[in-house]
């Protein structure tokens, strides 16, 4: 089973910016497309973004522009680096990945890192 940290997270004024990082074992992490996901409080857990095991990006249009994803197979690790941040971003951020030939994520997920943006 996938066994996820996620970090970075923090209180930040709107227009500021963030780094979240995500180390993911248990997996052989090179083979996975890798997620981002948000919730914040009373809505459902939603994608932020995605990179393909080869590095192709994805992003939610409400991110587009502003979020970038990257990952390092050698760390096992995958960043979000989150820049022009808006109230609206608030939310527990998550990372996972994505099950082989399912395209979803695995059930287990970590502890998440908790981004409030806010004046």
């Known amino acids: 089973q996938v066994q996820l940290v996620e970090s970075g997270g923090g209180l930040v004024q709107p227009g500021g910016s963030l780094r979240l990082s995500c180390a993911a074992s248990?997996?052989?992490?090179?083979?996975?497309?890798m997620g981002w996901y948000r919730q914040a409080p009373g809505k459902q857990r939603e994608l932020v973004g995605t990179?393909?095991?080869?590095?192709?990006?994805n992003y939610a249009d409400s991110v587009k522009g502003r979020f970038t994803i990257s990952r390092d197979n050698v760390k096992n690790t995958v960043d979000l680096q989150m820049n022009s941040l808006k109230p609206e971003d608030t939310a527990v951020y998550y990372c996972?990945?994505?099950?082989?030939?399912?395209?979803?994520?695995?059930?287990?997920w970590g502890q998440g890192t908790q981004v409030t943006v806010s004046a």
């Open positions: 996972n990945a994505l099950r082989l030939g399912f395209g979803v994520p695995f059930n287990g």
């Open positions: 990179i393909s095991s080869g590095g192709i990006t």
């Open positions: 248990g997996i052989i992490f090179s083979m996975h497309t």
